[in-house]
């Protein structure tokens, strides 16, 4: 529904009367405001979203560091992620959550349609115009990292790549960890470089 619509029918419901209302409630039951944007955005409305993360993106291995700046906002209210989603995808953000100390919401409704699967929310209008995010992929490779290393997320990688992200995006250092000593003795290698066969 455009913004002329809601307001013809903002303005046509407030000139009805009393009565009409009542009778209008019973029949049809409470209109809810912006139904159909809300079922897109897991039940909230688009002018009070920080940053948004499709479903697809909440399943990789990483976490998105623009989550992190997005929780850090000084409007940032809270987390909603999508309920319909395996629990082994959003377990990391609702551990991202609690660390930073921000409420999170699990959403399930057969309703929601879309592919939203993470939400960081305001209680307030924030108007941004860009909410969605970069694919991590997509956003590395722009950067110049390799695509090894990149499908490394996750696990333990050698100084020298380790010294490369920090170098490409430090904000993605917390996907990674440094091989050990131990690690090589114990014949681990960095992913980032073993040739496929």
């Not at 009542?22 to 688009?46: P, Q």
């Not at 000084?74 to 609702?94: L, N, Q, V």
């Not at 050698?158 to 490409?168: A, D, G, T, W």
């Amino acid at each position: 529904m455009d913004k002329d619509m809601q307001s013809e029918a903002i303005s046509a419901w407030g000139q009805k009367g009393d009565i009409e209302k009542a009778l209008m409630v019973g029949i049809h039951g409470v209109t809810e405001f912006k139904h159909d944007e809300k079922v897109y955005y897991l039940g909230e409305f688009k002018e009070n979203m920080i940053i948004q993360l499709s479903q697809k993106q909440v399943a990789q291995a990483a976490i998105y560091p623009e989550v992190i700046r997005a929780l850090k906002d000084k409007r940032a209210t809270k987390m909603i992620i999508d309920g319909s989603m395996s629990s082994r995808y959003i377990e990391k953000y609702k551990k991202l959550a609690t660390k930073m100390n921000k409420p999170y919401i699990v959403r399930s409704d057969p309703e929601f349609k879309g592919a939203t699967g993470l939400l960081v929310i305001s209680d307030e209008a924030v108007e941004r115009q860009v909410i969605t995010v970069e694919d991590r992929s997509v956003r590395l490779k722009r950067l110049g990292m390799s695509s090894a290393l990149i499908n490394a997320v996750g696990k333990k990688i050698c100084k020298k790549c380790f010294e490369q992200i920090l170098k490409i995006d430090p904000k993605e250092s917390p996907n990674y960890n440094e091989l050990t000593f131990l690690d090589r003795i114990g014949g681990e290698r960095c992913p980032a470089h073993q040739v496929t066969k």
